[in-house]
Protein backbone atom coordinates (compact mmCIF):
# COMPACT_ATOMS: atom_id res chain seq x y z
CA UNK A 1 0.00 0.00 0.00
CA UNK A 2 1.19 3.01 -0.97
CA UNK A 3 -0.07 6.67 1.13
CA UNK A 4 0.42 9.69 0.15
CA UNK A 5 1.30 12.68 2.69
CA UNK A 6 1.40 16.61 2.86
CA UNK A 7 5.06 17.90 3.43
CA UNK A 8 3.55 19.13 6.41
CA UNK A 9 2.63 15.86 7.67
CA UNK A 10 5.35 13.90 6.49
CA UNK A 11 7.95 16.16 8.58
CA UNK A 12 5.51 16.24 11.23
CA UNK A 13 5.75 12.15 10.82
CA UNK A 14 9.30 12.40 11.13
CA UNK A 15 9.65 14.52 13.97
CA UNK A 16 7.24 12.67 15.88
CA UNK A 17 9.40 9.27 15.00
CA UNK A 18 12.76 10.49 15.65
CA UNK A 19 11.04 12.30 19.42
CA UNK A 20 9.74 8.64 19.81
CA UNK A 21 12.58 6.42 19.14
CA UNK A 22 11.30 4.56 16.26
CA UNK A 23 13.59 3.20 13.91
CA UNK A 24 11.75 4.38 10.61
CA UNK A 25 8.95 7.08 9.81
CA UNK A 26 7.38 4.02 8.41
CA UNK A 27 7.25 2.25 11.88
CA UNK A 28 6.06 5.14 13.67
CA UNK A 29 2.85 5.12 10.85
CA UNK A 30 2.16 1.76 11.45
CA UNK A 31 2.39 1.67 15.12
CA UNK A 32 0.09 5.21 15.06
CA UNK A 33 -2.35 3.19 12.47
CA UNK A 34 -2.67 0.39 14.77
CA UNK A 35 -3.16 2.32 17.97
CA UNK A 36 -5.93 4.24 16.49
CA UNK A 37 -7.57 1.06 14.73
CA UNK A 38 -7.36 -0.84 17.84
CA UNK A 39 -9.23 2.16 19.89
CA UNK A 40 -11.65 2.12 17.22
CA UNK A 41 -12.62 -1.31 17.36
CA UNK A 42 -12.50 -1.63 21.07
CA UNK A 43 -15.29 -3.32 22.44
CA UNK A 44 -14.51 -3.89 25.84
CA UNK A 45 -15.39 -0.54 27.55
CA UNK A 46 -19.21 -0.29 25.30
CA UNK A 47 -22.00 -1.14 27.53
CA UNK A 48 -24.67 -2.60 25.67
CA UNK A 49 -28.41 -1.15 26.20
CA UNK A 50 -29.48 -3.93 28.47
CA UNK A 51 -26.39 -3.28 30.99
CA UNK A 52 -27.45 0.24 30.57
CA UNK A 53 -31.43 -0.46 31.11
CA UNK A 54 -30.19 -2.23 34.47
CA UNK A 55 -27.72 0.38 36.09
CA UNK A 56 -30.41 2.76 35.87
CA UNK A 57 -33.43 0.77 37.25
CA UNK A 58 -31.20 -0.08 40.25
CA UNK A 59 -30.27 3.49 40.67
CA UNK A 60 -33.63 4.45 40.57
CA UNK A 61 -34.44 1.24 43.08
CA UNK A 62 -31.47 2.85 45.12
CA UNK A 63 -33.86 5.73 45.95
CA UNK A 64 -36.91 6.23 48.50
CA UNK A 65 -40.05 6.77 46.62
CA UNK A 66 -41.61 9.92 47.70
CA UNK A 67 -45.16 9.67 48.92
CA UNK A 68 -46.33 13.51 48.35
CA UNK A 69 -47.34 15.98 45.91
CA UNK A 70 -43.53 17.60 44.34
CA UNK A 71 -43.58 20.37 42.13
CA UNK A 72 -40.92 20.13 39.71
CA UNK A 73 -42.36 22.50 37.16
CA UNK A 74 -40.27 25.65 35.94
CA UNK A 75 -41.37 28.05 38.80
CA UNK A 76 -40.90 26.08 41.42
CA UNK A 77 -37.07 25.43 40.32
CA UNK A 78 -35.86 28.46 39.39
CA UNK A 79 -38.51 30.67 41.39
CA UNK A 80 -35.80 33.86 40.65
CA UNK A 81 -36.19 33.78 36.74
CA UNK A 82 -40.28 34.45 36.89
Same mark, same amino acid.
Given at each position: ?? #?? /?? @????? /?????? #?? /?? *?? %?????????? &???? $??????? +??? !?? !??? #? $?? /? &?? *???? @? !? =?? %? @? *??? +? %? &?? %??? =? +?? #?
Amino acid at each position: MT #IE /LT @HETET /LAQKAA #IT /LG *FT %SVAAFIEQAI &RDKA $ESVTKTD +DVV !DA !DQQ #I $EA /L &RA *FAQS @H !D =PV %S @H *FVD +D %S &RD %SIY =P +DR #I
